[in-house]
Structure formats: C-alpha cells, structure tokens
Nanobody, 123 residues
Framework: QVQLVESGGGLVQAGGSLRLSCAAS????????MAWFRQAAGKEREFVGG???????YYADSMKGRFTVSRDNAKNTVDLQMFSLKPEDTAVYYC?????????????????WGQGTQVTVSS
C-alpha cells in the first residue's frame, strides 16, 4: 500500500541542523498518519515525532523545541527539521506510516517503514 524512502541524513557538528525527508508513494499514502523514529546502536527504537493525515503534529517530550515534523501533500513528503543537534541524537532515523488512533509513540502501531537514514552528530 505504502512505500517510504528517507533521505537527508549525514554528518553534522554539534549545534548544527539537518532536515530529513520521507518520500511516500502509494494510492492511499496521504490518508496515513506518519511518524519518525530513531534507533541508536545497541538501543531500542525510540519515537521522535509524528503528524496525522489532518496535519496535527505531535512529539516526544524530549524532542519538543528542537525538532519539527511537517508534511507537504503536494510533494507527498514528510520532513523532520532538526536544530541544535547533540551527539546523543546520533542514530538511524526511520520514517513510518500507519492508520493509528492511539499509541502513536509505539513502533508496532505502524505498518510501513522506510530503510532509515543515518544521522551522526560529532562533538
């Protein structure tokens, strides 16, 4: 139903910024809730933020103020804008899609996943 491809990851200095993009394809892609998760080496996957099909954004408490999720329905993309990056933000960032009404921060709530894009923040 939905295919997701992340891009925009890379190496950045602490305090810098990155903008990740998730390109979605599929005839019903615009009707899905979208979310970003991240997974650092040796750690569990962690919710970052998401956005509903109605463009209501939501975030993990630890991400508020630094990260912004947005979607562009014309381009069929969902972005994650990250500011003031810290070394602890280093992780593989994944885009996810699903039709969720609860448990938006739980990875198992989402049916579709991208391959991930690496973000590395140096000190």
């Amino acid at each position: 139903q939905v295919q997701l491809v992340e891009s925009g990851g890379g190496l950045v200095q602490a305090g810098g910024s990155l903008r990740l993009s998730c390109a979605a394809s599929g005839r019903t892609a615009r009707s899905y809730d979208m979310a970003w998760f991240r997974q650092a080496a040796g750690k569990e996957r962690e919710f970052v933020g998401g956005i509903s099909w109605a463009n209501s954004a939501y975030y993990a408490d630890s991400m508020k103020g630094r990260f912004t999720v947005s979607r562009d329905n014309a381009k069929n993309t969902v972005d994650l804008q990250m500011f003031s990056l810290k070394p602890e933000d280093t992780a593989v960032y994944y885009c996810a899609a699903g039709r969720v009404s609860r448990s938006v921060a739980v990875a198992s709530s989402y049916d579709y996943w991208g391959q991930g894009t690496q973000v590395t923040v140096s000190s």
